[in-house]
Every structure is written in structure tokens, then in C-alpha cells.
């Protein structure tokens, strides 16, 4: 199949786009996130085709994106009032809900979950082919199972050239991590994966968030989680990762002491001078967050490389958005950290 480069700066794009989602086929689609890999969210067959082309487990599940809060009742039920004034708050952008899912969204859509998650993407040339196809799309990041996800067009063809029927290339994303993830069918509000909308903006609105466990530690893969997609190894390169912890000076003490040649160290730009001759990249800037979250993915697609033995990576801390970054780069080192402050 000759997969079509669409630009999102094209008139006919969304037009395009739209008619192929109606006829089953699989069109990856830009977002303020990452780059989503959709299909028609009620066409179980079509769905089951974003399965394939990424390699992922059945058991995990996808969100449905749609154009607007008042959409949400179509697909979703048992609506708390408080589901509303989220959406009021955050959409269009980064904030995905769990909701219980009406009998019309395909079981294959939700991993066979009785909750569906759903988002508004703030993109407005997505919006519109959401609009014009005149049906939910399901997407998950358009990256093959398990690897980083895809922040530009590049990013989604280097996956799946030849396997997708198009790609609406809408440039690079501006946040650069996935969305924020909130499960609204329990008691108390629970986080299931930090993004670009932070626990504070949540809890101002909420009162209320309980953190899942899943975004702060490994979970085993045979416990019982509530999005099975939880469990699953992500957004890893060929190679193991450790994330190097501690100030600036110790970390950087701590991996020249331990590189060897084919290590790679992944940085902050203020810290390349420190690591002279130990081929750093650098994937934003420290002083400011939103350029690493922004270029997170594309620094691990670009160490995705089997000919690199080890990558020692530092990581932003505190709270905001730097707590969706650490949850990236902690899954992708598969929370394997050192603690540079307490080596001797
Ligand atoms: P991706 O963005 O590629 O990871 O795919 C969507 C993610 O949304 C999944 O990995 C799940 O973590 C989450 N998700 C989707 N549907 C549900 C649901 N019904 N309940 C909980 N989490 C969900
Ligand atoms: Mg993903």
C-alpha cells in the first residue's frame, strides 16, 4: 500500500482524511500530544487494524478522540457532572477521561473493558476529519508497540510506510508526551497516566486525585491493573537505560566513571560541556520543561539503535509537567535509577 503524505496545511486534508477513516482504513493523525494512528472508533475491523500495524496486546486499550464534550454522552454513560466541568476546563487539549462505555463502542476498541476513554485533541485540521467523518477515532500513539511515540510525520512513516493509508502531517507536537489519563468510574479520581494537564491543574478543579501505582513503580505483568496497557514495557529504546539522579555535578562524576564506548548519555542542554567526549544528546532544556517533554520522543527514537550499549539519561525533577516527563523516561529505563547522590 503507498501510504499518502497529506498536509494539515491543505485545504483537501481533512476532507481526504475523513473519507478514508469512513472506509475502515488507518490514517495517522497529528495532536498537540504525540502523533495518534486512528481509525473509525465503532468499526471493530478497522480497529483491529491499528492492532496489527502497531504489534500491540489485545488487552490494550484505546482512546476515542472526538470533537467536543457534548459528543461524550454518545459514547459514554453514567456521566458525572464533574466530567463536564473538566472538559469546560482542559478541552481542546491533553486530558483524557474514563468513562463507562455505552453497548455502541466495539469491546475491541476499549480492550474488552466496560470504561472507554475519551479526548478532545486540541488540533483543529483533526477536529475537523473527526467532524467530517461523523465518527469517534480511536487511536493510540502511532509508534509500533512498546517503542517511543511519534511526534512528527517522520516519526509515524519510519513505523509504518507502506502499512497505514495515510499520514496527516501536522509538524511536530507541541507538548510532546501523551495525555493525561483520568479515571472518573471509581469513588475518587484517579490518575492513570501523567501528561501535558498536571496533577495541580487536576487537583484545583477535582479537590480530589488519587495517583495509580502504575505511574510511579513497575507493574508485574501478570497483576490485575485497571488499564491493562499499564503493565505493558513502553517507549523504549534497543538498549537498557539508567536514569543517573542527583545534582548536575555528581551525575555527571557518577556516568563518566562508569561510560564505556557505545554509551550514550541523554541531557539537558545546560549539561553538554559536562559530558565532553561521552556523546551526549541533549532533548531540552532543564531551565525549561516544556522543551523536554517536547523532545523526549524523538531523543529516544533517535537512540533506538541496537548498536548503542547503554544510555545514561537525566531527568528532570519536581512536580507539573516535569512529572509526566519523569514517568516517560522512568518506564522507558524500566525504573532502573541510580542515585549519583549516594554513590561513594
Ligand atoms: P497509548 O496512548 O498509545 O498508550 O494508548 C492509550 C492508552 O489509554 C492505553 O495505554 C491506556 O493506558 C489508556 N486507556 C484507554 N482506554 C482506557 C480505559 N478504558 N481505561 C483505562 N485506561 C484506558
Ligand atoms: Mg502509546
Redesign the pocket.
Known amino acids: 500500500m503507498k501510504t499518502l503524505r497529506l498536509s494539515a496545511l491543505d485545504a483537501e486534508t481533512p476532507f481526504i482524511a475523513a473519507e478514508l477513516i469512513r472506509r475502515g482504513e488507518l490514517v495517522a493523525i497529528p495532536t498537540e500530544t504525540?502523533y495518534?494512528l486512528g481509525a473509525n472508533g465503532l468499526d471493530e475491523t478497522a480497529v483491529a487494524k491499528i492492532f496489527e500495524a502497531k504489534g500491540?496486546p489485545q488487552d490494550?486499550?484505546?482512546?476515542l478522540h472526538i470533537c467536543g464534550s457534548e459528543q461524550m454522552a454518545l459514547f459514554c454513560h453514567d456521566i458525572p457532572e464533574i466530567a463536564y466541568t473538566l472538559a469546560e476546563t482542559f478541552w481542546p487539549g491533553p486530558l483524557?477521561m474514563?468513562l463507562p462505555?455505552r453497548d455502541c463502542v466495539p469491546r475491541r476498541t476499549?480492550?474488552g473493558?466496560s470504561?472507554?476513554?475519551v479526548r478532545c485533541p486540541d488540533n483543529a485540521v483533526t477536529r475537523e476529519i473527526i467532524r467530517l467523518a461523523g465518527v469517534p477515532i480511536a487511536?493510540?500513539?502511532a509508534?509500533l508497540s512498546g517503542k517511543p511515540?511519534t511526534t512528527t510525520a517522520e516519526h509515524v512513516l519510519h513505523d509504518h510506510d507502506g502499512k497505514i493509508a495515510a499520514v496527516v502531517d501536522g509538524g511536530a507536537c507541541r507538548v510532546g508526551v501523551?495525555?493525561t489519563?483520568v479515571?472518573l468510574t471509581e469513588d475518587r479520581p484517579r490518575l492513570?497516566?501523567p501528561g501535558g494537564i498536571t496533577p495541580e491543574q487536576l487537583t484545583a478543579v477535582l479537590g480530589d486525585l488519587v495517583i495509580d501505582k502504575a505511574v510511579t513503580a513497575q507493574i508485574d505483568k501478570d497483576a490485575v491493573v485497571?488499564?491493562?496497557?499499564?503493565k505493558?514495557r513502553?517507549y523504549a529504546p534497543a538498549e537498557p537505560v539508567t536514569i543517573v539522579s542527583g545534582s548536575r555535578e555528581k551525575a555527571a562524576a557518577y556516568i563518566r566513571r562508569h561510560f564505556t564506548p557505545g554509551d550514550r548519555v541523554l541531557c539537558f542542554e545546560e549539561e553538554l560541556p559536562l559530558y565532553a567526549g561521552c556523546n551526549p544528546l541533549a532533548y531540552g532544556r532543564e531551565a525549561d520543561v516544556n522543551t523536554l517533554s517536547a523532545g523526549l520522543f524523538s531523543a529516544l527514537r533517535e537512540l533506538d539503535d541496537p548498536k548503542i550499549h547503554q544510555v545514561y539519561a537525566r531527568c528532570p525533577v519536581g512536580g507539573g509537567v516535569a512529572y509526566a516527563v519523569q514517568n516517560r523516561l522512568k518506564k522507558a529505563a524500566a525504573f532502573h535509577i541510580v542515585d549519583a547522590e549516594a554513590e561513594v
Not at 490494550?60 to 482512546?63: E, H, M, S, T
Not at 485497571?226 to 499499564?230: F, H, R
Open positions: 504525540v495518534g500491540r490494550n486499550p484505546l482512546i483524557t474514563v462505555a476499549t480492550g473493558l470504561t472507554v476513554a487511536a493510540p500513539s509508534n511515540s501523551e495525555s489519563i479515571d492513570l497516566r485497571k488499564a491493562p496497557g499499564m505493558y513502553h
